[in-house]
């Protein structure tokens, strides 16, 4: 599982459509990043709770450039950001349509019973420098604990 310390996997994700590739290795190869991962776009916990958590902390724009990844596709993501208006906080949206970025992490698993295949576990990781410096991996998978705002952020 990842762990501080580890570099950010250099693999394609994609923010709106497929044809916009982003590389998290080299969007945040340099400064301050959060990334937040989630089991399901659109869920209650993550569309009531977890990224509007993010949303409404004053400390959020301490973390640097945030980014919200989850195994979905890139328009899912696409429209799951603008219902939640993150852009006015500058968080960006990304699908991991393969899951390839959240295996790489060793932060997927089952979910096929309730959501229909391997998803992202519940994690917010703090980088600097292309460099993992924190990580909270909600051990129960779903679960929004230590991987809340308040708790990451402070």
Known sequence: MVKVGDSIP???????SPGEKVDLSQELKSGKGLIIGVPAAFSPGCSDHHIPGYMM???LS??????????????VMKAWGKQLDASSK???FLGDATGA???AWDVAFDA???LGNERSKRYAIQTEDGKVTSVAV???NTGI????????LG
């Open 62 to 75: 301490e973390a640097g450039r945030v980014f919200v990844v989850s195994v979905n596709d890139a328009f």
């Open 101 to 103: 970025f959240t295996k």
């Open 57 to 59: 902390s004053e400390k």
């Open 90 to 92: 500058n968080i960006r």
């Open 10 to 16: 250099s693999i394609e994700l994609f923010e709106g």
């Open 112 to 114: 096929t019973p309730i």
């Open 145 to 152: 604990t230590i991987s809340a705002a308040d708790k990451v």
């Open 138 to 140: 909600e051990p129960d």
